[in-house]
């Protein structure tokens, strides 16, 4: 298997990977919603507007790095510099408005980095492993 081919199937992957995580954010989204006593809406609402936007951050430079001939460390660097930018400025956003809770765009942000990061070592790390379930890498 080439390595071209191998990078496409994990941008595959991580595709798919993030597309169940936001649909998962969703559903957890309006749980926390429903479950916490305050019923924080537009709290819940920028933290999940950010969650996404964060996935879709990761999965566009990804898709940067794939497709660049070197292994460029770029993408990578853009990727961290944006969801810092993200959840400085969510953050911020809920301190400073009235209606906001931190604690819970916080909560929702620190989540979404720690799946969005899970993802992305799993459809990475399962790229190279043989169809023979051997313990070598392709």
Do not use: C
């Not at 080439?2 to 595959?12: A, D, G, I, M, W």
């Not at 479950?35 to 990761?58: K, N, Q, R, Y």
């Not at 810092?84 to 765009?105: H, T």
Request: proline share 2%; net charge positive.
């Amino acid at each position: 298997m080439t390595q071209s081919l191998r990078v496409s199937q994990s941008v595959r992957r991580l595709t798919s990977g993030l597309a169940w995580a936001a649909i998962g954010f969703v559903v957890a989204a309006i749980l926390l919603g429903l479950l916490l006593p305050s019923h924080p809406w537009s709290s819940v609402l920028v933290g999940l507007v950010l969650s996404l936007a964060m996935f879709g951050v990761s999965l566009a430079t990804t898709r940067a790095a794939a497709k660049t001939e070197s292994l460029s460390v770029g993408p990578i660097a853009l990727d961290y510099v944006v969801k810092i930018a993200l959840v400085a400025g969510g953050l911020i956003a809920a301190q400073n408005l009235d209606g906001l809770e931190v604690k819970v765009v916080g909560l929702i942000a620190a989540a979404s980095v720690l799946v969005g990061t899970i993802v992305q070592l799993w459809a990475f790390t399962t790229s190279g492993r043989r169809s023979d379930d051997s313990d070598t890498f392709a």
